[in-house]
């Protein structure tokens, strides 16, 4: 009965992030996201962790380029109000509650800095379900390496095979798989399940159906 | 007087490739591509490797469902077509020819498959001006992870340090440089130079301008 929860997209709707493209570069939403994670993980290889803030900028400003767009100051003024007043899913409080309520022990893994992480989690009104605000900052190096998985298990005193990553990247519960955790997907809009990946233990549409299921597998 | 040349964009013009996205999702190019380095990735921290061309595919698939694209068998085999038809950048013979002549031993260090890598340089008409078709697939590992780079110093028998990796991307470049070579950056268009990444050792706009460099630098 423990479980990790990613936070962007599973849990907060980056909505007003796509609206915030849209407005600057219509459509780039996607293009910006996937740069982004594959800085991230540039940085995992080459052993040069940047927190995922500025690696979020430096992506707004690569991509402003190749589009050339000539307002990257202006984008980024939008990006970061667009990322401070995330709200969640609705189906997430009262999934995280069902789950509080059975009793699971419950930690945030995400990629974000733990800065952001606690005030989106305030900001969202989602502050007080987790045990802990756990993210990748604390070993330097970004999901789906091993070492952020393996820092949440050790963090909640538990065999790996015993904790359920939760999320909407099936990149994220493709490394939470490799790391032995159990692993449950949360279909949210525009986000396909990439052929190459094996499929998880649990997919479900919203965060009471996830309740259900983890309630149900116990 | 060694060096190593990465192939996609830096060698090979993916104009075809972005006209063939355009024409089924328009402006979709550096999306896909950025899923596609992010899949390769992925691939590298899972410890999962799957060879490039279905890696394409993959995302390929995946960026046609996230826009609502509804013929992505169709898009497929405009991609294949499109990459097997790949013509070089018109400076790049030159300045190989040139580099060539003064003595440099010369190698490609792709991500492709080696099948793909061969047939594209025949097909380009730059066979025979490599001493060896280097390619990720002999170490399992994508760039940039330090495996193929020193793979490839390995393979030349020289210290890392007299190497010099030739791209027009930042990422690979940050890979060479923290694998211990020399970098040297090709500008292509639309491809700008990451904020996050330290500069290179060389920047140029073609390969003639690359042999003048690395002639007067040696």
């Known amino acids: 009965m423990y479980a990790a929860f990613d936070m962007n997209e599973t849990m907060l709707s980056l909505a007003p992030v796509k609206t915030m493209w849209d407005r600057h570069i219509p459509g780039a939403h996607r293009e910006w996201f996937a740069r982004l994670l594959h800085l991230s993980l540039v940085a995992n290889e080459t052993d040069a962790y940047v927190d995922f803030t500025s690696l979020g900028g430096s992506a707004l400003r690569y991509v402003c380029e190749a589009n050339g767009y000539e307002h990257p100051d202006r984008a980024l003024d939008d990006l970061k109000h667009a990322m401070a007043g995330l709200t969640a899913h609705p189906d997430v409080r009262a999934g995280l509650e069902m ?23 305030a900001t969202a009104g989602l502050d007080g ?54 692993t449950a997907y949360v279909r949210r809009d525009g986000l396909p399940w990439a052929s190459i990946y094996e499929p998880p233990d649990v997919a479900v549409d919203d965060f009471v159906e996830l309740a259900d299921r983890l309630a149900v597998g116990q």
């Open 99 to 121: 789950l509080r309520d059975s009793g699971w022990t419950m930690v945030t893994l995400t990629n974000s800095t733990s800065t952001t992480a606690v005030s989106s989690l």
């Open 129 to 182: 379900l987790f045990d802990q605000v756990l993210t990748v900052e604390a070993v330097a190096k970004y999901k789906p390496d091993p070492a952020p998985y393996q820092m949440a298990a050790a963090f909640l005193g538990k065999p790996v095979d015993e904790i359920w990553m939760v999320a909407s990247h099936d990149w994220d519960l493709a490394g939470a798989r490799r790391a032995g955790m159990r």
